[in-house]
């Protein structure tokens, strides 16, 4: 059976080959891989249109299904101060129509469109001089709000998400991270056109209504996810101590002062910037034929332009770690330690090892686990983690404590074992499980079609989807030898980051 | 590592209510769970069920473009034209196969990929769990996978399976114990014998069972840390009073668990139980039968599950659990049905044009989009097999505005009561669920689960090939009916975790400006949340 795909996927390769030509939009030359990685054919067909947009299809005939998924380069790192959450914000924007979806007579809703803009400019030097609970704030917001419920004459609530719903889409979301946003459905394969014409509509029509009311479901969003979630506010203030300059020390949902301060305005300068089909990936995985999905790309979006102008990069990288750093709060919830170690970005060579230290750090047997939880019983749960960033990374070791764990033996432990990795080169045994760890993980990461797009996404983010291929390789051919110099190089604890969450009737222990 | 898996880092969705209702629309109305999706299919199951057909106007469309050699595209997306999809609901009987010692198997095979996956329902459950060991299955689940068999002590086991980079896990739920496994394909021949002693010889080495007893008491003291937890226990405590669905474990019922308890557990469990597993991946699918044979080899002789009666039957109309946080979540219930019921679909299709469609249900739409007094709002009528379910209504807003919120939802029932839903509604909602079920059968894999749960809760073997008919035939009447029948504004609970000083604040303010008032509720009760665990 597996011969027979691999013959598939080679005259599937071959016919593809030849026919790249004929993509009238077509920019670029289309190339296919089928990778030998483990032994898997993925056939991924790569394209672009002359204004940028890159396109990946990996064609799968045994489903009744594609993946449709549109990723705009841009996230939380790519805000300025005062304007964190912008991203995020027109993530839930995107969904409020365009001119000629979610409205009924949009030429009617321009007047109050333009008349809301005005008072929100009052409203927002209101609240700078005196605050939301200034009447005055309350009465211009109150205005905007009737303004705002004259203009839903014209407009037709939620027609996107109706749309997608009433052809099967399934998955319908969207989401935003550090780098990337993405906007995502599962349709039936007769129904892709669907996402196309919504999509491509969305990238160059959008319209900014109801734009208040959303703000107040975000300033929601942010109350949920942080304000009441204790871990999550440890964690997004953590992330703020470890990152001294890189914009990743911002919270991709921003601080909720820049939220209540965000208007339409410094929305649009935003999307002019980022939104743009030069700064964006399309990736269609299932049933599908790359050769009409390029036609019917080209169809769509190739008439969109470019970026007017250059976009601005974010040129700030962390500077070398200086003394450590020590966070402590004490909170009702399971006591927990962090601590996070500077890495390089990709793709520094280095970042392989400090995988291959990941894994011997993590899981059942691993090198944690066995001490903190099986031997010393002081932690319930314990392991490692490689983030790998585009700009600068960091390692992560987390232990979930015992409430009467004193974290200060948990400390010193984890300095212990960060003493052996650098004093002795890792056993053959564990070599061989980060190996096939790394190998089972690349394998189920193909499962499914949503995470195939997604992985090709990221790694196309952080320079190019066919790193996705030999990434598993190079971690294998990471050299025992070479691990206790890189655990040196990195895992410094001195140089680290160290958050706690300890009980409240403990906090003065650590501090 | 992370990069392997692609970890996203610090992302956030737009809603997690459609995540929510994905799951509440599709599963809950087609009546199976969400698993994993894996591309690539090649099995040939016989199929029925059609679920689109071809338009005059799509062929009409194609003809055009082959006249004029350009397309054209069209002024909305309501004006496409798509081709038929020519997908049928795949039938799960060419899948099962009934083992020599009695257990049911589905089995599949898949290529696509160098992995097998395995899945058994075992029923067993919290439900029949005795009074005082609670956490008793949890506790049992737990050390199968990491107490040891006769053939491997916990700890050459725990490195065999992480040195594979094998997965084998065993949970709990109300009525069942799911195990799943999941490893490279080569490694068939040690996972055959690790599930076989994992299921009959698992040894409960004392001493990891003390470890895990104590992992178990800890988080036991973490449940209430957040709200979203605590408003799920305390609305099962507020609707299901003292009976087994209400009861949850804690420290000492844990503590009072003896190793005898789980081996006897265990014994009742696996040998005297209905068991029906699914196994798809790459292998020979005659040798997987006669591997799964190996397995159980013994004979299973199962005994009928004894299963207390359990009533929706909250005492009080509000319960209020206090936690000092700037936003209250509140979850308003109502009593449903046991399932399978005929109201079902209707009440499927209720729920989705109420809350469960997202941002375009009434609820979400109104609550959400208009007012923007919360990131999160669904409804969810539950599908239970074995106790009556409830329907409820679920979001988080500040504390200040949840008089309103709750309001507006209200007022929301009340016009679905009086007026109905409208025939668009219904259209796309119907429209919705049935397109959408592609999407719930993408590989073998997702076949044999869902088949082997479908048997598992005593469902016909047709119940998916017969769905998209029985949502097609409802009409408006039927769905006013429900509403009519299922929604009482009188009877509805209100469970609200939140900060009680500033509900109490909001409760004032809310009189003056006309909105829902609690203390307007005859019959409530103030309490904390530690004292969930003591509430009946």
Redesign the interface.
Known sequence: ??KQ?HQNIRRLLKAICFTTSIFSVSATASTAIASTA???DLPVFSDSLSNGLRVLIVP?S????VSCRLYYFVG?MDEWSSATGLS?LY??ML?KGTK??GTRDYSKEVPYLNSIDSLDRLLQSVREAKGENDPQYKAFFGEIMSLLDKQ?RYIK??EI???Y??????????????N?TGYIV?L????V??FY??ESDRMQNTVLR?F???????T??R???Y?????NRYWERL?SLFYAAHPYRQ???GWESDIRAHTTEKLRDHVHRFYTPDNAVLIL??NIDPKKAMADAG??FGGIKRAAHKRREVVTREPAAFGGTRFTVA????PRMDVLFQTPG?PNAD?YQL?VV??IL?????RLYKRL??KE?LC?NVGA?????LHNGYFHIYASL??ETDPARVEAIIKEEIDKLIKNAPTD?EM???V?????????????????S??LA??ER?GSWKDMFD??EK?ASVKAASIPEAAGKYLNPELATWGFIVPKTTTKRNN | ???????????????FA??VT?VAS?ANTAGKRST???????SAGATVGVI?TATAATAKAAARVRATGK?Q??????E?K????D?KVPLGDRHRVELVAGPIAYVA?D?????VSIVAYIRSGSLTEPAGKEGLGSLMARLMR?GGTERYNA?TL??L??????SFSFAQTESSIAFKA???SEYLDTAMVIMKEMFFHPVFDPKKLE?ER??TI??I??RF???GPTLSVAYRKHAYQKSAAARISTAASVKSIKRGDIVALHKAAFSASDIILAASG?FDEKDMINRLNAVFAAPIKPQPQVIPEIAVAPRLRALVVHKG???AYVRMGLPLFKSPHPDYYAVSLLDYILGG????SRL??RV?????????IHSNAETNYTYPATMHITF???TASFPKAVTLVLEELDKIVKDGVTEEELE?AK??L???????F??PEDIVSTYAWNEFYGRAPDHYAKYPDEIRKLTKADIDNAAKKYITVDKITYTIVGDTTAISAATTAAVKDGFFSINSLKSKKVMIADSLERFE
């Open positions: 059976m597996l795909i483990t032994g898997i799968d045994n489903v009744a299904i939380g995020h993530e839930h969904f000629r979806l839903r609530k939620d998400w109706e749309l719903n009433n052809n099967g889409g399934s998955g319908l979301n969207a989401w935003t991270a550090d990337m599962t039936p394969k007769n129904r056109e669907l014409w919504i109801e208040h009311s959303e703000r107040e479901v975000v929601e969003e109350r949920m996810r304000d009441n979630q204790p871990v992330n919270p991709v949902i995985v299932g169809l769509y909170e009702d919830v399971e990709y970042i995988d990941e894994g993590s899981d059942r047997s691993g939880v099986d019983q319930t983690s490689n983030n790998v960033r015992k409430k045994r061989t499980r980060v096939n760890g790394m190998r089972m993980s690349f394998v189920t990461g193909l499962k499914s079609l949503e995470g195939i997604d992985r990221s790694f952080l990434y598993q971690v | 590592m992370t990069i392997k898996t692609t970890k996203i880092l610090f992302v956030i969705c737009l809603s459609a995540m994905s599709c994993a999706a894996v591309s690539g299919v090649d689109d397309r595209i069209v002024s909305h997306p309501s496409l798509f081709d038929s999809l997908w095979v290529s696509t990929l160098p992995l990491t700890d725990d490195a399976i992480d040195q594979l980079a094998m999941s490893f490279l470890r104590k992992i800890e988080n003291g973490n840390a957040n709200p790459k946080i700037s936003q469609a997202g941002f375009t979400g739409s959400r989009s208009d007012e923007g007094l919360t990131y999160s988080y807003t500040k796309n429209a919705a049935i397109t959408e079920l592609p999407s719930f993408r590989s």
